[in-house]
């Protein structure tokens, strides 16, 4: 089992004060916000921290329509198409193995059409994209996200009847903590019912703070996954209290919380997994 963190929950922070204190504190990796970084930098950076790269987070946000995948209006859908391909050489020139991604904006709560189109427009999106991903070796990891966040995909049964209509192995599905405590009735079976489509996981607590910090109760978390057999890759994605998720804005106290959340997850993933 490795352990990462999301860059994105330090807002603009500099990227490479992120990937320092991430490795200082012991994380195996880092999944990057996919912006139009210096990659080749930050990649040796990497190297020299110890510090993996193994995933980016795709950067986008509604009302960003540009970053909108299901769009049913095809030539703004293709704009859309065209600004992820960017994301995709993005993590190619990484190094990254994978890119988590919402077939819709994350933020847009709001059907525009009646649902069934925007699904379609959202599986059309994702076959497009799927080739020009495996082109590079890079997995699309759908991300089922709350009804606060999307209108389109929030549970991860959801998300495997969408991965298997766009029937691609280089489309893949994961589950959010988080999430997952809003939408899901289940804490523990999601984990089985995805089977070998899931193949990334995020992790914060009911409020979104650190583990332990809400109440999710991590040990039956931890031994779902365990039963699954699960080896791959366990990212912290937690936000300070009262924090604007859509803003990258970050007071230092709010930095604080994160550091903090930061050193004590992962203590708590090693607890869990490694003990």
């Known amino acids: 089992m490795r352990f990462s963190i999301c860059s994105w929950i330090f807002g603009d922070q500099a990227i490479e004060q992120t990937m320092r204190e991430a490795a200082s504190v012991g994380y195996d990796e880092i999944e990057i916000h996919a912006k139009d970084y210096d990659w080749e930098e930050l990649t040796q950076l990497a190297e020299t921290l110890g510090l993996r790269i193994r995933g980016l987070c ?78 590079r070796n890079v997995a699309l990891v759908i991300e089922p996200l709350n009804r606060y966040e999307s209108c389109i995909i929030n549970t991860g049964g959801q ?35 995805l089977g070998p489509a899931l193949s990334h996981i995020h992790v914060a607590d009911t409020n979104r703070q650190g583990l332990g910090y809400g109440r ?48 004590e997850s992962l203590a708590k993933l090693h607890y869990l997994f490694r003990s």
Not at 161 to 169: K, R, T
Not at 228 to 242: F, N, S
């Open 58 to 135: 795709a950067d986008a946000g509604w009302p960003r329509k540009e970053t909108d995948l299901s769009q049913i209006d095809p030539s703004k859908r293709k704009t859309a198409v065209n600004y992820f391909k960017e994301q995709i050489s993005r993590a190619y020139r990484a190094g990254a193995e994978y890119m988590v991604l919402s077939p819709c904006a994350p933020g847009k709560s709001e059907l525009e059409g009646n649902g069934k189109e925007e699904w379609k427009a959202a599986v059309l999106s994702l076959q497009e994209l799927a080739p020009y991903a495996e082109e």
């Open 159 to 193: 998300a495997l009847v969408l991965v298997e209509e766009i029937g691609h192995p280089f489309v893949t599905t994961m589950l959010d903590t988080f999430h997952m405590n809003i939408e899901e009735s289940s804490m523990e079976a999601p984990f089985h019912h």
């Open 216 to 263: 999710l109760s991590w040990e039956a978390i931890a031994e779902a996954i365990k039963k699954t057999g699960y080896e791959g890759t366990i990212t912290v994605e937690c936000l300070a209290p009262a924090l604007n998720v859509f803003s990258p804005e970050r007071e230092k106290s709010s930095i604080d919380y994160i550091n903090e959340y930061a050193e």
